[in-house]
């Protein structure tokens, strides 16, 4: 369990930075006519932004957990962020080529 939760934590650690830079450019998102008015897209660009920052606050919490011992609430904790990428998978499934 001990190298379980220490592999998904550093997975996650490599995972922040490309997620960072996808929140940097996802206003891009909103560049085509009429865009504005989609509330899906709104969702999802909400969603983008708010990931590299679900995943740094679920790694905080998720190490201190670890280092207390407490591998499993570590590694469920760790897991968080995957609630917000299946978040963006059905609004990308949902909304198909409006994207």
């Known amino acids: 369990m001990k190298t379980i ?3 998904t934590n550093i ?3 490599f995972i922040f930075f490309p997620t960072a830079s996808f929140a940097f450019m996802s206003p ?3 560049d085509a006519p009429g865009s504005e008015e989609n509330k899906l897209l709104w969702l ?3 969603a983008v932004v708010i990931l590299p920052l679900l995943i740094l606050a679920s790694q905080v919490f998720a190490w201190m957990k670890y280092s207390n011992g407490n591998y499993s ?3 469920k904790i760790a ?5 917000d990428i299946l978040f963006l ?3 990308f499934a949902i909304n198909g080529n409006d994207f």
């Open 5 to 7: 939760a220490l592999i």
């Open 11 to 13: 997975v996650w650690c």
């Open 28 to 30: 891009m998102m909103m």
């Open 44 to 46: 999802a660009l909400a």
């Open 73 to 75: 609430l570590s590694i």
């Open 79 to 83: 897991l968080i962020p995957l609630i």
């Open 89 to 91: 998978i059905i609004l």
